[in-house]
């Protein structure tokens, strides 16, 4: 890293300790505690056996069912609305243009990775359907009435696509490969596409291949750390985890070679205590690959063991999106870029125009991941708030219009002459 003079100045710093990123030694999560014998593997949930009748709304003051993929899955909060499977509004978006959906189990997912809200340590305090995941619920649907539904839509869809969440569990593999063929029985993989986001502890490249041969389009793996160590404190030995580094990019190597060219891609996490520099040295190594990153901005999930640290400081956020899209879609090259003595980085690598002009466009800005039928820089996985509150947006689900570019410039620190962003102004312009 050279320590060069900023670019730009740096804006206000947003982060703990007056710092405007999220240091390394801030960001531990907590040890997880001891789960009593009656609460593990789902019991509660075995023990009362309710069963399931249709749509389950999560938290809704009754007995949480028996419900087991591939009958039943789950889906966000942003899918169901778009479903009309519960009521609701987003802030500046009608819909979702993908059918997240996540497999669900009494057991949950075996896994125990600290920044996320369906976490194994969590099934002393609540049920595995009831947990929160990127922030929001996730109601479970019988995969045959969500199957009805997008079919019987046909091209009046609102999808763009859809993605089948694996967890760790026994059943994973072999309940998506149900799952999928469901899906591609009565809708056309090429009308909307299938992503996998897989769940690597599980499978082998043999899992991969059978993937890709049943017509799933994109493979995507969920690296979350940006670096070893950090997955390793995150996901791995630091927390009980079944997780390893080393077996995260052998199945990112397998999905290369299978899936090919812009068709695979991982998703980091940004501000859990790695540098900019490594975040975006590891998203030039997946570029290199031929693949995406897909990035989500550090949110404290409630009930997660990373639930009382600081969200990342929008300062650094920003900086990492903009370089982000710069290297995923520009052909601009990390080592074009200085970073700073924090590993912060102090120039994009490009001439200031050329930069202002991609700034404008306003798409580093926007949700990363895999495509809709828009264009290849604008992802159908929209994810409405599921990194931030919708009163300071990290991700946004939509074009951000000219005040939320006035407030993305006033955290990168590079508003321009005489555009001031006033605070809430985003908000009035939305309603208006
Ligand atoms: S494997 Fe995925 S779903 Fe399971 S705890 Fe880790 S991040 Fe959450």
């Known amino acids: 890293m050279s320590c060069l ?29 001891v789960t009593p014998k009656d609460a593990k593997n789902g019991a509660r949930v075995k023990h009362a056996n309710v069963p399931p009748e249709g749509v389950y709304l999560p938290n809704n003051n009754r007995l949480t069912p028996h419900m087991r993929s591939p009958e039943y899955v789950q889906m966000s909060t942003a899918a169901a609305i778009t479903l009309g499977l519960m009521p609701g509004k987003m802030h500046g978006c009608g819909c979702t243009r993908c059918l997240n959906l996540l497999l ?77 063929k469901q899906w591609t029985s009565r809708i056309d993989p090429s009308a909307v596409p299938v992503s996998i986001l897989s769940n690597p502890t599980t499978m082998s490249r043999a899992d991969v291949k059978q993937l890709h041969g049943l017509g799933a389009d994109i493979f995507t793996v969920a690296l979350d750390a940006a670096t070893p160590d950090i997955f390793d404190r995150t996901r791995g030995k630091g927390v009980q985890s079944p997780h390893s580094w080393q077996k995260y990019w052998e199945i990112l190597e397998d999905a290369r070679d299978i899936f090919g060219k812009e068709k695979f891609g991982a998703h980091i996490i940004v501000g859990m205590g790695e540098t900019e520099h490594d975040v975006l040295h590891l998203i030039q190594r997946l570029v290199d690959m031929g693949g995406h990153s897909h990035m989500f901005c550090f949110f404290p999930e409630k009930g997660s ?7 990342t400081p929008r300062d650094q956020w920003r900086r990492v999106q903009l370089a982000r899209y710069l290297i995923d879609y520009q052909g601009v090259r990390v080592d074009q870029m200085r970073f700073d003595d924090q590993g912060r980085v102090s120039d994009f690598g490009i001439p200031a125009s050329e930069r202002e002009t991609i700034i404008d466009k306003g798409l580093a800005f926007r949700t990363s991941g895999c495509p809709g039928k828009i264009q ?4 159908a996985c929209d994810r409405p708030y599921g990194d931030s509150p919708a009163s300071n947006i990290a991700s946004y689900p939509f074009q951000p219009g000219p005040a939320d570019m006035r407030k993305i410039r006033h ?22």
Not at 8 to 33: E, Y
Not at 305 to 311: G, K, N, S, T, V
């Open 5 to 33: 003079k900023r670019e730009t100045a740096l804006p206000s710093r947003s982060g703990p300790n007056g710092l405007d990123f999220n240091p390394v030694d801030v960001m531990q999560p907590r040890a997880p505690g």
């Open 376 to 379: 290849t820089d604008i992802s």
């Open 411 to 432: 955290q990168l620190g590079m508003e321009k002459p005489g555009e001031t962003y006033v605070e809430g102004e985003e908000y009035e312009e939305v309603q208006s």
């Open 104 to 180: 669900t189990y009494p057991e949950g997912c075996r896994a125990n990775c600290a920044y996320c809200g369906l976490a194994r340590h969590r099934e002393a305090e609540r049920d595995y359907a009831d947990r929160n995941f990127i922030r929001v619920d996730w109601p479970a649907v019988p995969m045959a009435q969500i199957v009805e539904k997008v079919a019987t839509d046909g091209d009046k869809t609102p999808f763009h696509r859809m993605c089948i969440s694996m967890i760790t569990h026994p059943n994973s593999d072999a309940d998506t490969v149900t799952v999928l």
């Open 305 to 311: 063991l990373m639930d009382h640290l600081p969200a």
